[in-house]
């Protein structure tokens, strides 16, 4: 693990691979509960929490060398999880602004004064760190979602155990390295490697711990939040986002955010488009240009410039997206283009009329797919919209405000976005679902309230009679 600025290479090693080559590419220490013990003893312990002019440099800093370092950082993510070179630039230029939004919000952690009715007292409040953050991360974008976790919390003054995925530990490393060298101190983050079914638990459920911060699926989720009851958490589940495509919606560049949405990260996204439910009167004109879209997207080596799409995370993965994929055309969704499967890469593939209750389309499918599900207006829309379990974002195609605002007030969703799909993001606005897709919000200034709590000072309005 990396503890204390220093890498410790454990009693075992794991080797890490090239998603499309196979070869090893590092190797990282299987940790157990007593790396956990040690890790948390240390950042339990730290001296001092840092004042919010050094926390705001730290990651200043940190946004400078990481676009120092963006081409090695690409090529470490494309590597180590087979998302393409395109896609790991820009994730390299995301994950460098959200360390810049955080710098600002380290600056601007305030408190606020109440005056109480009787009017002879006065409260006020003071936003401190919870204290120690578990920031558990997934395979996808292996760079930002550590950075969404690690970079608010050092804005809001707090210690990290990071647990990245065992899938993509290489990255995680490398940035923790690179906030040492930013200026952060040896002793407010550590990184632990290994197991999920061995650590996991142990990270989430330490005494020293006071906040969990966990991105991956509803079922691990749940083991995570049942190992920190009693902890603050925040926890991103996943989605089952739509694209609505409303009968006046410009068909171009709904078809441009369906394929895109569809395809980025080979799929592999929380917020990308999982469904596209498009109403019956422009659907065969939609489809046709989907299927065009989609048909030409280049599947292939991650490394090279003109890829679309790389591998996904391993065979197994791509075998259930395939297995899913065929029972939604067993259940009478039709295939138009693409499926194809050669070992973990897949090719993008686009399904009309799919049915609304097949897993496809019911659960999260964490691959390349463009179900098209075709509806005769609002109220059936959204019934089937709001018919899973999950409730992420939302992307609505329509000038049609009336319609959009019926929408918006009546989806279940975290974030709805007008002329945009679900996968619109930003680091200034919250991000976050309901129901099983999670509790609580991210969003570099939501995150940084997530990670501080709220102590209440009363004291006499003036100083007179009772202040002793």
Request: charged share 25%.
């Amino acid at each position: 693990m990396l503890l204390g600025g220093v890498h410790h290479k454990g009693a075992r090693q794991r080797p890490v691979h090239d998603r499309w080559t196979g070869a090893v590419i590092g190797s990282v220490a299987e940790d157990g509960p007593a790396e956990i013990d040690a890790a948390a003893e240390l950042l339990q312990g730290r001296r001092r929490v840092p004042p919010p002019a050094q926390r705001a440099e730290v990651l200043s800093k940190a946004a400078e060398l990481l676009i120092a370092q963006a081409t090695d950082f690409a090529e470490l993510i494309t590597a180590e999880s087979g998302i393409c070179r395109r896609e790991t630039d820009r994730e390299v230029t995301r994950a460098a602004a959200n360390l810049r939004v955080a710098s600002a919000e380290a600056l601007r952690i305030r408190g606020e004064s109440i005056q109480l009715p009787s009017g002879d007292r006065l409260a006020v409040t003071l936003r401190e760190p919870i204290g120690l953050v578990a920031a558990i991360t997934p395979f996808n974008r292996p760079l930002n979602q550590v950075v969404v976790k690690v970079a608010p919390a050092v804005a809001a003054g707090c210690p990290v155990l990071l647990k990245p995925s065992e899938q993509t530990p290489l990255t995680a490393l490398r940035f923790a390295q690179l906030m040492f060298a930013a200026g952060l101190s040896p002793d407010t983050l550590a990184v632990a490697t290994g197991q999920p079914g061995r650590i996991g638990a142990a990270v989430a459920g330490h005494p020293a711990v006071d906040m969990v911060a966990f991105t991956g699926s509803v079922r691990v989720g749940r083991q995570v939040a049942a190992a920190a009851a009693g902890k603050r958490q925040l926890l991103e589940l996943g989605g089952n986002d739509p694209l609505f495509v409303l009968p006046d919606a410009d068909l171009a560049d709904a078809v441009r955010l369906a394929g895109d949405g569809a395809c980025a990260t080979a799929g592999q996204s929380c917020r990308g488009v999982k469904r596209i439910i498009v109403w019956s009167e422009v659907a065969d004109a939609f489809v046709e240009g989907l299927v065009d879209t989609v048909r030409r997207k280049v599947v292939g080596d991650p490394r090279l410039p003109d890829t679309d799409l790389g591998p996904l995370i391993s065979e197994a993965a791509a075998v259930e997206v395939e297995r899913r994929i065929t029972e939604a055309m067993a259940a009478g969704a039709e295939h138009l283009v693409g499926g194809r499967r050669r070992g973990a890469l897949l090719d993008p593939i686009v399904l009309d009329r799919v049915p609304a209750n097949t897993e496809l389309v019911r659960e999260e499918t964490f691959g390349p797919v463009a179900p098209v599900l075709r509806v005769d207006g609002l109220d059936e829309a959204i019934e089937i919209s709001n018919s899973t379990s999950f409730g992420l974002q939302a992307g609505v195609l329509t000038n049609d405000l009336t319609a959009f605002w019926d929408l918006a007030n009546r989806l279940r969703v975290g974030g709805v976005n007008l002329g945009e799909g679900p996968q619109f993001d930003s680091p200034y606005i919250p991000f976050g679902g309901v129901k099983a897709s999670g509790v609580g919000r991210e969003g570099i200034p939501y995150a940084v309230a997530e990670m501080t709590s709220i102590k209440t000072v009363t004291m006499p309005r003036s100083r007179g009679e009772g202040v002793r």
